[in-house]
Every structure is written in structure tokens, then in C-alpha cells.
């Protein structure tokens, strides 16, 4: 098949590309670098032109009140010229609870995302996946200084970026989904826990607090960013930190 990936360079895009390809699949990767913008629509018509699957792994740049308005132009550019282009199915990468986080705009602005996909005329899937192993570093910078590193006791089951790319590609090579596959980590953590884990394998002396203000994890609540009847992934943490 030919599968066009917009945002086919970036973490998880550029391992998608892999993995379609060592599959046999002509993946060809898309992005700004390439002459491909979603909000502008630059470039997008012969992008997916031809193209049997296109998979969206296109980000806003920001998680804060401007994301929504990113993705409803990015997916109303992207299906407008799926639909010109014949495309037969779209797949999108979200995330697991995204609905369950109103408080967050980000969280709001990828659910209006799968709700454009699905309420469209081509067949799709959505891959939801938990939070990355990846992002961890992100994630303790929000809230430190020089001694410590303040984090919620969120529930949270980290993935390898490797794991959700071998996962969409999969889904991206199979049939429509018309609906959602999860994913996620083998291992559920506190972040707090797992701050203080990553912080101990670097030699990293700063104390984590727990505190349940701290940070954009904060606005959670409950366990909905967890799930454990998702599809688990192979990669644990202590794995990946080695």
C-alpha cells in the first residue's frame, strides 16, 4: 500500500516510516521540511494524492488555548484533501482520558480532533496511546528548581515511543478501525513515583515533592489517564531507562 504520513519526521512519524517500509509498504513521509502545512494546506493535495492510507501525526506547537483552533484547520485541511484524493483510510494518534480532562485545553483540543475524524465520510481509526516514556524529562522540568521537583501522584502507565509507532503503523497497514485502539505501557506509576525513579538512574540528587498542585498533571483526576484493558506494550520503564 501507499501510506502518506504527514508528520513523518518527527519522533514517532519518522519510526512509523520504518516500520511501514521494512513491512514492505511505500511510506513516504510529510512535513514542513518537505513543503507540507496542515494549517495553510500548503502542499497537502499532492501529499495524500494517490495515497491508499494517510496517517496524521501532526501537532499543535502549543498545549495551551490556541490548540484547539489547530486542529480543527489541520483535520478540516487534511480530510478536504483526503476526500479529493480518494484516500480510503485515516488514522490519527490521540491519547488515552483525553476526553475524561475537560479542565485541560490540550485534552479538549485532541478530543475535538477524534470527533472531526469520526463525524467525517472516510474510514478511520484512532490510535490512543498513554503518555511517553519520552516526555519524562519534559515533564520533571515543569516543576523544578534547584532542589526539587514538585509532581502529583497522577496515575500514569508510560510507553515507549518505539512501541506506539510499531502500533500505528500496524493499525495504519490493517483495516479501518471505524473506532479506537489503546495502548499503553506494562506498568502503572504515580508520577511522583515515577519522578523519583528516573531522577535516582541519572544520579539526579534533587528531592520530588508530592504535591497535587504542581504542574499541568494536577488537573487530573482519578486514574483516566491509565488503562488497563488497553493493549500493553512490550517496553517497560526500568527497560528503557537502561
Do not use: C
Amino acid at each position: 500500500m501507499k501510506i502518506a504520513v504527514i508528520g513523518g519526521t518527527g519522533l514517532i512519524g519518522s519510526q512509523v516510516v520504518k516500520n511501514l517500509s521494512a513491512a514492505g509498504h511505500e511510506a513516504v513521509p510529510h512535513s514542513k521540511s518537505t513543503g507540507v502545512d496542515v494549517i495553510s494546506g500548503q502542499g497537502l493535495d499532492e501529499a495524500v494524492a494517490g495515497a491508499d492510507v494517510v496517517v496524521n501525526l501532526t501537532n499543535s506547537p502549543t498545549f495551551d488555548e490556541a490548540s484547539p483552533a489547530f486542529f480543527q484547520t489541520s483535520m478540516d485541511n487534511l480530510l478536504a484533501a483526503a476526500r479529493k484524493g480518494g484516500v480510503g483510510h485515516v488514522v490519527i494518534l490521540s491519547i488515552i482520558g483525553t476526553d475524561q480532562v475537560p479542565e485541560l485545553d490540550y485534552y479538549r483540543a485532541k478530543t475535538l480532533q477524534e470527533h472531526l475524524l469520526a463525524a467525517g465520510t472516510i474510514p478511520y481509526s484512532i490510535v490512543r496511546a498513554t503518555q511517553f516514556m519520552e516526555f519524562m524529562d519534559a515533564v520533571l522540568s515543569w516543576t523544578a528548581d534547584a532542589d526539587t521537583v514538585r509532581l502529583p501522584a497522577t496515575p500514569i502507565q508510560p510507553i515507549a515511543a518505539k512501541d506506539v509507532a510499531a502500533a500505528v503503523a500496524e493499525v495504519a497497514a490493517g483495516a479501518p478501525l471505524n473506532g479506537i485502539r489503546s495502548i499503553a505501557g506494562p506498568d502503572i506509576f504515580t508520577l511522583d513515583e515515577l519522578g523519583r525513579i528516573t531522577l535516582s538512574h541519572k544520579g539526579d540528587s534533587r528531592t520530588v515533592v508530592t504535591d497535587p498542585t504542581a504542574g499541568m498533571f494536577a488537573a487530573v483526576k482519578g486514574d483516566v489517564l491509565t488503562d488497563k484493558d488497553a493493549h500493553l506494550a512490550p517496553t517497560h520503564y526500568a527497560d528503557w531507562l537502561s
